[in-house]
């Protein structure tokens, strides 16, 4: 025969304690776990106004920044050129012009604009997408989805495109 603690022993209220402090454990667990599977959706309702309302305007930003990344290439023997075609897209040529004329390596990369994204079609580099995220209320970024990076502003996308397109050139065996 099994012997049972006594409803008022110490053992008793104890167990009944732990009991309690694991429901409730259990409790805020499946709380936030309903409340981070929730985030994702909130922030695609709060996101799409976002684009609406400035999507435009971190677009032309972003175009800006890269004209002014594009000038600055020829500090490291480089040039490019940005341009557009149509509203929503816009090509970004860069060339190394370190090399001999016969070796010139270059590369280019459409970016168009494609509702919560930017579609990044890279010559030698394949295809990458950049994702309109909200980082408060009233602003957007973008991220490398692929990459799992941080988020990035008109700025840094500028820098984090160019750069891709030189470590590809860069790595571009030339023959002699």
Not at 144 to 162: F, L, R
Request: proline fraction near 3%; charge should be negative.
């Amino acid at each position: 025969m099994t012997s049972r603690p006594l409803i008022g022993s110490d053992r008793s209220v104890k167990s009944e304690k732990e009991l309690s402090e694991f429901i409730e454990r259990r409790k805020e667990q499946r709380k936030r776990a309903k409340a981070s599977s929730a985030e994702p959706w909130q922030q695609s309702l709060k996101l799409a106004p976002l684009i609406k309302s400035q999507g435009t305007s971190f677009w032309g930003r972003l175009l800006e920044k890269l004209e002014c990344t594009v000038s600055a290439l020829h500090e490291i023997d480089f040039t490019g050129s940005v341009s557009p075609f149509g509203e929503d897209i816009v090509r970004v040529s860069v060339n190394n012009r370190s090399l001999a004329p016969i070796h010139s390596c270059h590369s280019w990369t459409d970016l168009v604009r494609d509702g919560d994204r930017i579609r990044c079609s890279v010559l030698n580099g394949g295809i990458y997408y950049l994702d309109f995220v909200a980082i408060s209320d009233a602003e957007l970024a973008l991220q490398d989805i692929q990459q799992n990076g941080d988020s990035m502003d008109e700025e840094k996308t500028a820098v984090y495109v160019i750069e891709r397109m030189v470590n590809i050139i860069e790595r571009v065996p030339v023959d002699s």
